[in-house]
């Protein structure tokens, strides 16, 4: 059985020749499978690159990535997608959408579910989509990546675009079905909190490559806030650090225990992201569910 | 495909219910391509039967009957030479000039298919990401594509067929009745009655593919796409006299006119007197199909070729 639901060896993509304009670059990662993974990262870092590169809508200019053990277009059947922008057929009605997912589908979809998602949001079947709201788009999205049954979900900025309510609503919804089917999902975001309550994975893209991957508590374990005497920190390696007068505040990557005159806390999870994003020169740090295991995926 | 034929009973009545909607109805992107460009198809479905319906007023109106009247008998003892009322009976002028209009309308078929497939066809959905959509639904963009072109090519190619043998009828009736003119008028005319038609708007469903592919917006590709076909159309046009070897003026077996040797005089008769166009070089009346078949297979090579390209450009941008 296949644990990797995504594997990336090298990845690169540029759009254009021009040499500065790699949107994602030298990227190597693995996400097992059965995880909810907050794909996060400022505006601009190579979230929807990634995801439409693993859901097989772009190819690689350099590099591999392998989805459930195949290509992208060899899983396209166990792959649910939503675009940033939620694509719809504005002239369908809802129920015609469904429709075109039964039909897209052979053999996999499962109507009640995307009808029950659907209802879920009180949305009539026979309204069309151009008349439906944000929200009301983004929820018979979902239904349609939901409704063929994937085994991963690639969603980029799912929740963007919501009040709080629907986005509150939805990620029930999300989340409730993700766990019914053992579905892994990555879901793409630039404002974490909206995913920390969901998520038990991180991937952090920043300048075109992922700098930090594993699972959301043992990335957070891996670092200390440290407040004390300004002092050297090493062999502990330094992600930020502020001085005021006598005193220092650092986030450190530790290695071994700290020893030292300091007060040590765990960082926040948004407090470890910014100080990663605040120091671009910062190390990498994949723990090792996040290593790619084989060097090169399965060609695209 | 499920069949009841195993020896044990079946456990679910499913497969029973898809089985009997799958047989009658369109599925997969077959559906979905037809319920996506409902309105596109029922529009063409319509200009092919208004077009149907222009034609037979133009055969049945109080006009066309009157042309008809008008030179019934000509040539024979008794009754005047056929082209004494070719240039002044009112009757016999709107029909011709009616005649010629439908013929232009033909002929110019292709600019409009491009448009159409360049913007509503596929820029629209690369423009918009519904064609993304599509994608991650389980159809292989190269699958999408070929479907996107077949569904509309079998619609093109019925009706254009339908729309060139009807007015082939037309033309019969009126050359029966010594209604056209040798000369540049036919020159259209000609061109319009066989299956290089039919090609052409093909050809324009191919052109309108391809620019959708290459500027991935909708207006852009609606006029780049239109422009391209046209511009196509008339570049072949000047060649189409000279696909085929061509006789000398004069020879027997030839085009012969009676009472007249020059271009533009005499009456026209694609059957019996025999030219592709007189005003070019003389083609005996058996090279029409050589003619027009190799007419069509350069333009149906050159779809080809484009829709080929059309993959390509699919493939290069997409997994």
Known sequence: ?300 | MSTSTSPHPAPAPAPAKTAKTSRLRPSGQLWTVLRLHRTALWVWVAFVVISIGVLLWVRYGSTGVDAAATLAGCGTAGHRACDEWMWSDTALVTTRDRLLEIGQVLRNLAPVVAAWAGAALIGRELENGTAELAWTQSVSPARWLATKLAVPAAFLTVGAGVLVASYRMLLDWSVTHHMLRAGYEKYTLYFNIGPATVAYTLLGLAVGALAALLLRRAVPALVAGAAAAWLLTVAIAPWRGSLWPVGAVGDSSLWHLPGSDSCGGGIYNHNLIDSVDPCISAQPADHYLPVQLVETGIVLALAAVLVLISFRVLHRRNA
């Open chain 1, 1 to 300: 059985m296949n644990d990797t639901a995504i594997e990336t060896v090298g990845l690169g993509k540029r759009y254009s020749r021009k040499r500065s304009s790699w949107a994602l670059r030298d990227c190597s990662f693995r996400l097992p499978t059965g995880r909810i993974c907050a794909l996060v990262g400022p505006n601009g870092a190579g979230k929807s690159t990634l995801l439409a590169l693993a859901a097989g809508l772009l190819r690689p200019t350099e590099g591999t990535v392998s989805v459930l053990g195949r290509t992208p277009g060899e899983a396209r059947e166990l792959i649910g997608y939503v675009a940033q922008d939620k694509p719809l057929i504005p002239q369908l009605s809802i129920a015609d959408t469904l429709r075109m997912g039964q039909e897209l589908n052979p053999g996999r979809w499962d109507m009640a579910a995307a009808e029950r998602i659907v209802a879920e949001g009180k949305l009539d079947p026979s309204e069309r989509v151009r008349s439906l709201s944000g929200g009301q788009r983004t929820r018979v999205a979902l239904a349609l990546a939901l409704g063929k049954r994937p085994e991963l979900m690639l969603l980029d900025e799912p929740m963007a675009d919501l009040d709080p309510l629907a986005r509150h609503q939805l990620m029930g919804t999300l989340m409730a079905e993700a766990a019914e089917n053992g579905t892994t999902v990555v879901m793409s975001s630039h404002v974490l909190t909206e995913l920390e309550g969901s998520c038990d994975y991180l991937l952090l893209v920043d300048g075109g490559r992922v700098r930090l991957g594993g699972e959301t508590e043992d990335i957070v374990a891996a670092h200390t806030l440290l407040t004390g005497p300004v002092a050297d920190l090493a062999p502990h390696t330094v992600i930020e650090q502020r001085t005021a007068g006598r005193g220092l505040t650092a986030l450190v990557r530790r290695d071994g225990p700290i020893e030292g005159p300091w007060e040590t806390a765990e960082p926040s999870l948004e407090e470890l992201l910014l100080a990663h994003l605040r120091s671009p020169d910062a190390p990498d740090l994949l723990t090792p569910s996040a290593e790619h295991r084989t060097d090169t995926a399965v060609r695209a």
